[in-house]
Each structure stands twice: as structure tokens, then as C-alpha cells.
């Protein structure tokens, strides 16, 4: 099987944005590109195959993102020079945050103390410095204005660091598998990235948009432009899926060559004679790249930092009950949708049931009831529970959402015992088992169990990241350890103003991963990682600068 290094990977990746160049020339202009980025001559590359470690003249980059989706974009934009000052005319609505921002006009805010600036600001994430950038983009939007930013970029070109991100799918991420015909949660300027403003899109699309809601469809060609428009192409990677992120370690006296264990999880470690100290270096990342014939084509090439930019959409929630895997029971809004277009519920006199209370469920419903397919809706809250995401959302600004939580609400089979034609909710209902003559046994709070028969079964309870590429699957990085990680209930430890994990070295995380479900707050991870990343990456070519240092890794 043929191997893909990083060179010749990156490389073929480089050809499809340059001129008719022969492969070796766009081979060693990919090896000198990175290797002045990286102040130093870059001798060769190694396949996977050899056993080698990143510090043997060698091309590590310093920061491999995985996760195209606008967490990933929005750090690819940073890390590539762009960076926000202050408007000359600007001034913010928060009198003492416009003052902290003008003691340092003539800094970027990357270059600022995130910290101060973020001290005593309050909004809709638990991350301070994403409640500082969302300010800074979106003043008091919260509070219904619609105020400009307070920021314009400038790419300086030296603050450039050397990146690739790593997607399965073209820029975008989860956009581009989206059910089409919902419209998003948040308004369209909410979900644009710094320097191109979605109106400014939408306008050489020729579509007509006053900042409303819009669909997933338009996000993610939106997303797919913002990389072009920005010139960051080059740093892009499609069709890409990571088997494996792991430490590399070696001896400090660098007699013994071999690549190591990586289950090992301390900084420095005593091999078993107590005689050689092992050292963690960088991060190795394995996986391969899908080829237009379907073959894949493994890779492996290493990092000094890496940055989880996957969000939560790649595991769908599951009930953990006898039957779920019963080809009926279906768990995507895509599945779901296919099934109705290739007229699978066509003239079925059996209801569909959809099981959760959050708005996917809600778009299910919806998706249904506009088809003319009668609906059994089950979730375990009470239609009274506060926390519900109906509660949250203004019944102007989001009409067809309360529609279906007015139907939750009086159209309940505690209402009346019969099934309604076309709706019936059983709220405080746990569903127990699926049987195969698609019938489904449900339990009420009080222990009453009930048959319901059914014609599809949709299960619509949340998605949770699959970071199986880490060791244990990320369990270790959660604020509990040893439990997978989830956006709410355990997101990966960061510090929150660097967003590097607080329990694994070099290793950075932004976006759902962290609490951030809304691209509006997710920019903040951008930033914080940037920040940190360049204070590093100036400490090491001052380092390299006095002939103290200049190893693998970051300082």
C-alpha cells in the first residue's frame, strides 16, 4: 500500500492552487516554504514507516488543526497574520472595556492581555474570552442592537505561523450535512466569520437578506467561500480522517532512537531500571486521505501543537435500549429526510415517532407535519420545565418553533387519551425497548408502560464528539475524568484564556469541544489559541535567536 507522507501530501495539496509545476519542483518549494516559516533547513521527510522522531531534521509544523468546519476556519484565519485593532471612529457601548481598549490602540487585541480586557464582562458562555470577542464583533447584541464592530484587520504577514487543518468534508464542517430546508438558530450576521460580513456575501449571490435567519445551505457555501476569499486554501485539507493522535517520546540523551510507547501520561517519566528519563515530544498524527477512486491513502506527520476543532456532530445520541439498531429507528434529520423524499411514508397509516425535546426534534416535527405524516412525540422533560430551549427563544423572531411547543403542550395524550391525527405528545415518557413489528413500549414517570405501534422511529436526543483518535477517547481531557466528553455535561478542561487542555501540554481545544455550540462564541477559542501560540512561537526564535534553545517543541 502506497504511504502519503507530509511532504508529498501537503505538496499534492499545494499543486491544486498552483501553477503547472513539475512534482518535484512543487515538492521542494513545499519543503522550503515550511522550512524558512520554520527558521530552519529541512533535509528530508520520513514515511511512516521509519522510525524516526521530529527533532532529525525533520518537517514538524507547529500547529495541526483538525476539524474544518468555522472553528477550524476562524484559527486558520488568525494563525495566517490577520489580526483586529481597534476602529479609529470606534467606540464601544461598555464605557470601561472602550477605556481598557484604548490604553492599547496601537496593539492588535492578540497582542493585548486577554484577562484584563475580559474582567467583568457577562454573556452566554462560561468562556470569558469568547464573551470578549463576541462583544468586540457584535456589541450588545444580546440586548436586540444591531451596533457594527468595534474592530478592522490588517494581515501582517510576520505574524504568519505554519498550519494545516484537517477536514472530512470541504470547509464548512457539519454545514454541508445540515438538513437544507430548516432555517439556523441564529440570525445570518451571527454566524459570519471576522472580515467578510454575510450581508457582503449574500450580496454577490445576489440574495436578498436583512440579516435573518437563514439555511444551513447558504452557511456552508458561505463558510466554503470565506476560505477562498481569504486566500487560506493553502492551508486547507479535504477528505482527510484521523486515526490517530498520540505523544512521541525519546531518552534525554538521544541514544536510544526508537520511537516509544505514547500510553505514557506524565511530562517525565522513569523507565522501569530507573536509569533513562523519557521526555514527551511532539504530537504524532496519523490517518489517511480518501481519493476520488475511493482508495484511501494513509499518512503520518507530526506537530508541536494540535488543536481539536471537531465540534459534536459526529456521534449521534442513543437511547441505549433493546432495539435501537433496528433499521427503523433512524437517528439523523438527513435519514430522516431521504426517507420522505424517496416516498418510504407514503400512504403509511402508522404514525412516525420522534423521541427528544431540543430543535432538531422540533425541525423533525415540523419536517412531518409539512409532509402530512401524523406524529407520536416523545421526551422525558414536562412541558412546564424551564430549561426546555422554547423558553429561551422569542415567539416573534421564531414562530414556527413555539408552534410546535404550543402542540407539546395541548395536544398531550394526558389531554385526551386517544391519539390525535395528526400530533400527540407524551411528555415525562421514557421510551424502553423498539420491538420488531415496529412497535415501541414506552414508560411514564409514575411506571405505566404503554404499546405504541409506529411506521419509522426517529431518535433525536443530541450528538457527542468522537474523539477516538485520542488515547482513551479523550476521556482524561473532560473536567470529570475517565467519562466521555460532551458539549453541556463534561467539555475538555481548558484554561480559559489560552484554551490549551489543562491536562495535556500543547494540546488546544475550541468550539462545542469546550462548551461553544454558537459560531458567534467559538471565535473567542480562535483568538485565545492564537494569542498563545504567538507569545510561543516569539519566545522560540528568541531562543533560537541567543543560541539557547531551538529543540523540537514550543518553549
Known amino acids: ?29 513545499f519543503v522550503q516554504y515550511f522550512g524558512d516559516s520554520l527558521g530552519r533547513k529541512v533535509k528530508r521527510m520520513p514515511l511512516i514507516e521509519e522510525t524516526v522522531l521530529p527533532g532529525d531534521s525533520v518537517l514538524t509544523l507547529p500547529v495541526v488543526i483538525i476539524g474544518n468546519g468555522p472553528s477550524g476556519i476562524c484559527l486558520s484565519y488568525l494563525l495566517s497574520g490577520y489580526r483586529p485593532y481597534l476602529s479609529p471612529e470606534a467606540i464601544h457601548p461598555n464605557p ?44 450588545d447584541a444580546d440586548f436586540g442592537y444591531d451596533y457594527p464592530p468595534v474592530l478592522h484587520w490588517k494581515l501582517e504577514q510576520h505574524n504568519y505561523i505554519p498550519h494545516i487543518v484537517l477536514g472530512k468534508g ?42 435573518d435567519r437563514v439555511m444551513p ?64 515530544r511532539n504530537w504524532e498524527v496519523r490517518g489517511y486521505q480518501r481519493a476520488t477512486d475511493g482508495s484511501h ?30 433499521p427503523f429507528v433512524l437517528h439523523s434529520m438527513s435519514d430522516f429526510g431521504a426517507a420522505i423524499s424517496k416516498g418510504k411514508l407514503r400512504g403509511k397509516a402508522d404514525p412516525v415517532l420522534i423521541v427528544g425535546a431540543g430543535l432538531t426534534a422540533a425541525d423533525a416535527v415540523l419536517c412531518a407535519y409539512n409532509n402530512n405524516i401524523p406524529v407520536i412525540h416523545v421526551f422525558r422533560r414536562r ?25 407539546m403542550c395541548t395536544q398531550s395524550h394526558t389531554v385526551d387519551s386517544n391519539l390525535h391525527s395528526a400530533y400527540t405528545s407524551f411528555p415525562e415518557h421514557n421510551v424502553l425497548s423498539f420491538k420488531p413489528e415496529m412497535k415501541c413500549v414506552l414508560q411514564s414517570a409514575s411506571g405505566l408502560k404503554k404499546i405504541l405501534k409506529f411506521s419509522v422511529a426517529l431518535v433525536l436526543i443530541g450528538s457527542h464528539p468522537n474523539l477516538f483518535f485520542l488515547k482513551d477517547q479523550g476521556h482524561s481531557i ?3 475524568s475517565n467519562q466521555p466528553i460532551t458539549c453541556k455535561g463534561n467539555p475538555i478542561e481548558i484554561d480559559p484564556y489560552t484554551y490549551e487542555c489543562t491536562k495535556e501540554a500543547n494540546l488546544f481545544a475550541l468550539g462545542p469541544l469546550v462548551g461553544d455550540n454558537f459560531v458567534r462564541f467559538l471565535k473567542g477559542g480562535a483568538l485565545g489559541i492564537a494569542r498563545c501560540l504567538a507569545i510561543r512561537q516569539k519566545k522560540k526564535h528568541e531562543l533560537i535567536e541567543s543560541g539557547d534553545g531551538g529543540g523540537d517543541g514550543v518553549p
Open 217 to 280: 445551505e447558504e452557511i456552508a457555501c458561505y463558510y466554503k467561500h470565506y476560505v477562498k476569499v481569504m486566500g487560506l486554501q493553502k492551508n486547507f485539507r479535504d477528505n482527510v480522517y484521523i486515526t490517530s493522535v498520540s505523544r512521541l517520546y525519546r531518552g534525554k540523551d538521544d541514544e536510544d532512537r526508537s520511537q516509544l510507547n505514547e500510553n505514557i501520561s506524565t511530562q517525565h517519566l522513569e523507565m522501569e531500571d530507573g536509569q533513562k528519563s523519557l521526555i514527551k
Open 96 to 139: 470601561i472595556l472602550h477605556t481598557k481598549l484604548e490604553e492599547a490602540r496601537h496593539l492588535s487585541i492578540v497582542d493585548q492581555d486577554l484577562e484584563y480586557l475580559s474582567e467583568g464582562l457577562e454573556g452566554r458562555s462560561s468562556n470569558p474570552v469568547a464573551v470578549l470577542f463576541d462583544t468586540l464583533l457584535h456589541p
Open 297 to 326: 491513502v494513509p499518512f503520518c506527520l507530526f506537530a508541536e501543537n494540535v488543536a481539536l476543532a471537531t465540534g459534536t456532530f459526529d456521534s449521534p445520541g442513543r437511547l441505549q435500549v433493546e432495539g435501537e439498531d433496528f
Open 383 to 407: 412541558v412546564t420545565d424551564t430549561s426546555l430551549i422554547f423558553k429561551q427563544l422569542p415567539k416573534k423572531l421564531y414562530p414556527e418553533y413555539h408552534k410546535v411547543y404550543h402542540m
Open 478 to 480: 473532560g473536567h470529570h
Open 1 to 29: 500500500m502506497p504511504v502519503w507522507c507530509c511532504r508529498c501530501s501537503l505538496a499534492g495539496h499545494f499543486r491544486s492552487y498552483s501553477g503547472p509545476e513539475t512534482e518535484g519542483q512543487l515538492l521542494n518549494s
Open 170 to 211: 470541504p470547509p464548512g464542517g457539519a454545514w454541508h450535512s445540515m438538513e437544507g430546508s430548516m432555517l439556523t438558530i441564529s440570525f445570518g450576521d451571527w454566524m459570519e466569520l471576522p472580515g467578510l460580513t454575510f450581508k457582503e456575501w449574500a450580496a454577490t449571490k445576489r440574495r436578498n437578506t436583512k440579516s
